[in-house]
């Protein structure tokens, strides 16, 4: 789905969004077109995968590995280990925070 997507000039981008979910803090996936000046890109080896984040995300989420996953219930992208994580949730798309995280 990754690769399908970026063919048409579209990225995954990353969000965190605070007073989402059962942690405090949410993840959000979308794909998007559009790069700003604040963001970091990434690309995914010979894939040729593009991955976006902007400068306040990426303080949440470096170092983070990002997965797919896809069973009967539900395909999505979730943030699988995130060392800037305090707790996470087991839905696998909210988490708390290191206080470490907002010393930037």
Request: aromatic share 14%; proline share 2%.
């Given at each position: 789905?990754?690769?399908?997507?970026?063919?048409?000039?579209?990225f995954l981008?990353?969000?965190?969004?605070?007073?989402?979910?059962c942690?405090?803090f949410?993840?959000k996936?979308?794909?998007d077109?559009s790069?700003n000046e604040?963001?970091s890109?990434?690309?995914?080896?010979?894939?040729?995968?593009?991955?976006?984040?902007?400068?306040?995300t990426?303080?949440?989420?470096?170092?983070?590995?990002?997965?797919?996953?896809?069973?009967?219930?539900k395909?999505?992208?979730?943030v699988?280990?995130n060392?800037?994580?305090?707790?996470?949730c087991?839905?696998?798309?909210?988490?708390?925070?290191?206080?470490s995280v907002?010393n930037?």
């Amino acid at each position: 789905m990754i690769k399908q997507k970026s063919r048409n000039d579209k990225f995954l981008r990353l969000t965190v969004e605070s007073g989402e979910g059962c942690g405090g803090f949410a993840y959000k996936f979308q794909f998007d077109n559009s790069i700003n000046e604040d963001d970091s890109v990434y690309q995914e080896n010979e894939d040729k995968i593009l991955f976006v984040c902007d400068n306040l995300t990426l303080n949440f989420i470096k170092g983070a590995t990002v997965d797919y996953e896809s069973d009967m219930m539900k395909s999505a992208f979730y943030v699988q280990i995130n060392p800037n994580a305090e707790k996470e949730c087991s839905c696998k798309s909210s988490f708390s925070p290191k206080d470490s995280v907002f010393n930037f």
